[in-house]
Nanobody
């Protein structure tokens, strides 16, 4: 069994920063991709940032250089540093572990989500 633990959400003002942390634990031999996604009320879930085993990162178009994702492969953990936050960044942020190999199959796992609120 795999657990996904998220932390770091909260309420900030526009222009401030926040760091989200996520860690996968349990029956994990390897993880292909770790990432953060977000979903605002009434909208679809979008990619915020993701990073592969090779360290290559990808970001949603709306990030515009404001966010940085880093990975600690040895711990199956990632951090997302978000700078210059805007009210439009308000959403529930979900951590995802994709392509988790437990020795028998590949599976994707999601965290329960952490709320980020940015006030104007």
């Amino acid at each position: 069994q795999v657990q996904v633990t998220e932390s770091g959400g909260g309420l900030v003002q526009a222009g401030e920063s926040l760091t989200l942390a996520c860690r996968g634990s349990g029956s994990i031999s390897s993880v292909s991709l770790l990432g953060w996604y977000r979903q605002a009320p009434g909208k679809q879930r979008d990619l915020v940032a993701a990073i592969g085993r090779d360290g290559r990162a990808s970001y949603g178009d709306f990030v515009k250089g404001r966010f940085t994702i880093t990975r600690d492969g040895a711990k199956n953990a990632i951090n997302l540093r978000m700078n210059d936050l805007e009210p439009e960044d308000t959403a529930i942020y979900y951590c995802a572990l994709k392509g988790v190999w437990d020795g028998r199959a590949f599976t994707d796992y999601w965290g329960q989500g952490t709320q980020v609120n940015v006030s104007a």
